[in-house]
């Protein structure tokens, strides 16, 4: 069975693979791993057949290494890791021994992998471009909270139909017992920065999706899931 790992937080990464992986005709195993057992995970498996890849690694460099690499396809392990986690695989030495077989399934799968990982990157970065055109500094974490929502809502839309829930999952991804707590950083954050704007900002970012009533916590996230997906689709088109 093929494995992908993936060390990086990034829910709509692993949940796209998981997809991908069930609906694959191959055997794919996807998991989640926290980054800081990134050393751990290098050290215990065969390093000829790990196959690492991170914001920064190009497909077309990664295709080039497979087409040197002796390995089976049911023993590869596929990392996606943060790019900042870079210099634990610089201080391990990896060996590629040249060999012109190589198994065209599991090129697929890598860019299927790698696809994946752009699109939730690019993703992630358009969410931070809204915060930071909004006024919500990332440093805070109530806009840590509500990019997490963001994310969890676009992945499940069900979750933005009930508020409640959609905060629970956020405490507990950020492992915080008392949601309440989570509730509170958000609408204090977001009520401070909507403050601070005027209205005509606002509408250059959402555009007619915004109808001019005052902003709630949900009604933004509802926002910028549909700027999100007009994103998506522009993309699609071009």
Not at 32 to 49: G, Q, T, V
Not at 65 to 89: C, G, T
Not at 100 to 115: A, C, F, Q, R, T
Request: aromatic fraction near 8%.
């Amino acid at each position: 069975m093929l494995k992908v790992i993936i060390a990086i937080d990034n829910d709509i990464l692993y949940n796209s693979l998981s997809q991908i992986a069930l609906q694959s005709k191959e055997k794919i195993e996807v998991t989640k791993e926290s980054p800081d057992k990134l050393h751990s995970i290098i050290c215990k498996n065969k390093r000829e057949n790990l196959i690492i890849l991170d914001s920064f690694t190009s497909v077309t460099f990664c295709l080039n290494i497979l087409k040197n690499l002796n390995i089976n396809k049911q023993n590869v392990i596929i990392l996606v890791i943060d790019s900042n986690s870079m210099s634990n695989i610089y201080n391990s030495k990896f060996h590629f021994p040249r060999n012109s077989n190589y198994d065209s399934s599991l090129i697929d799968i890598v860019k299927l992998v790698s696809d994946s990982l752009k699109v939730s990157l690019e993703l992630e970065q358009n969410i931070d471009q809204i915060l930071w055109k909004i006024g919500l500094t990332s440093y805070t974490k109530g806009t840590t909270y509500i990019k997490d929502a963001i994310l969890l809502s676009y992945n499940n839309r069900r979750l933005l139909l009930e508020t409640r829930m959609l905060i629970k999952h956020v405490a507990t991804k950020n492992n915080i017992e008392n949601d309440k707590v989570v509730r509170s950083d958000m609408d204090r954050a977001l009520n401070n920065a909507i403050d601070l704007i005027n209205t005509d900002t606002i509408y250059n970012i959402f555009g007619d999706d915004y109808d001019g009533r005052k902003i709630s916590l949900r009604y933004f996230i509802d926002l910028c899931i549909r700027f999100l997906e007009k994103q998506r689709y522009s993309c699609i088109k071009n």
